[in-house]
């Protein structure tokens, strides 16, 4: 089991066509937003999760999650905690989300910036644009052009979108 720690923006990878980031942390929840390739099946619990298939063939997942709760992907399972967040003289504390992650393992799971530094190293083509900015991308498109101008949308959060569960 890998745990990794990631702020609200942050991506981390698994295998190579996975992708998760986190969205937002709120008080008791946190929105994680998954970039899967077709074949992949996101479950919670026994149910499968519906995706939003985007046009690149693509297949986006936004899932709400308490504290201590997870999904699978395929034979992966990814499970976060978190503690609430507190207020400090320095502005909120405690946005970072720690996910608890069993993969098989012939899969590799990284960080966004040790992946590209992998990738880089291997002379293979990383993309311009970060994961996390093409997730914001695919869940704007999902939600609709109005979600920038939602008063939430400015400070980093991220909009609802058609594929959003809330798991308790």
Known sequence: MLILNRQVGQTMYIGHDVCVTVFGKFDRYTTVGVLAPPAAIVRFGDAVVTPTILDSGERFYLLTLLSGKGFAIDATEVRVKFGN?????FG?????????????THLAVHREEVYTQIQAAAGLQTPAVSFAKRLQRANASVS???WAT?????AGACAPANAEFIFT
């Open 150 to 154: 939602l008063p939430w949308a400015s």
């Open 85 to 89: 967040a507190r207020l400090s003289t």
């Open 92 to 104: 909120a504390r405690s946005k970072h989300v720690q996910f608890a992650i069993q993969a098989p």
């Open 144 to 146: 609709g052009p109005h």
